[in-house]
């Protein structure tokens, strides 16, 4: 069956340091990949697609790449600050429809 | 946050009671989703409808089912809740292609007593 694995359920870092979350999938292919943020109490926040052509995307200090061999994608955010506290969740498409399937989501914390 | 109310945002209810949660969206947008979060197991997807009276069973249907009557409202709908469905509930609008990323509800917090 599908399976969408995220590294970690929590991320510690610096600020200033480059937080680096990892996403894992199994018997998909996956024609693009999502990822969101989600703050407590708030509903997840598309931050950033890529494509199975695309080996990397870039938007400010995010970084997303996605490989279809090793099945995984990677979500960078350098320099970060404690604002960039959040959990990070990807999101991949299934089924005839593109219905978006979630991994469990990575926890990150950025202290001052 | 892209013209989507989920009401209520907080519910507590007995076992055994039938519970409907409401989604309502501004932005004529055709497919819409319902959600569930719990710790451990991120967002899996419930049921969806592509269109008026038009639905489709998610991951884990079981014990829930939906209606979409008007564009604008997807109602889910608990017809005997179980301590088992407390959980946080997200609407969401968008998605059937990559030019479509989702735009979620900020959630409906569901205790089952």
């Known amino acids: 069956s599908q399976k969408i694995e995220q590294n970690s359920e929590a991320l510690n870092i610096q600020e200033g340091k480059t937080a680096t979350l990892t996403c894992n999938y199994t018997n998909y292919s996956p024609a693009y990949l999502q990822w969101y943020r989600q703050d407590p109490g708030r509903g997840p926040v598309f931050l950033l697609l890529i494509r199975e052509n695309e080996k990397e995307k870039r938007k400010e200090r995010l970084k997303v790449t996605f490989d279809t061999t090793l099945k995984q994608s990677l979500f960078h955010i350098t320099a970060s600050q404690p604002a960039d506290s959040a959990t990070y969740l990807c999101a991949l498409p299934w089924g005839a429809r593109d219905d978006m399937r979630f991994g469990a989501g990575t926890r990150l914390t950025v202290k001052p | 946050d892209a013209g989507i109310t989920q009401s209520p945002r907080h519910k507590v209810t007995e076992t055994g009671t039938p519970v409907t949660l409401r989604c309502h969206q501004t932005e004529n947008h055709r497919y819409m989703y319902w959600y569930r979060q719990d710790p451990g197991h991120g967002l899996r997807l419930i049921h969806y409808?592509?269109?008026?009276?038009?639905?489709d069973k998610g991951e884990v249907s079981d014990g829930y089912s939906v209606s979409r009557s008007k564009t604008e409202d997807f109602l889910l709908t608990l017809e005997s809740a179980t301590s088992s469905q407390t959980s946080v509930y997200f609407c969401a609008i968008g998605g059937s292609s990559y030019n479509s990323p989702l735009h979620f509800g900020n959630g409906t917090r569901l205790t089952v007593t």
């Open positions: 409808s592509y269109g008026v009276k038009d639905t």
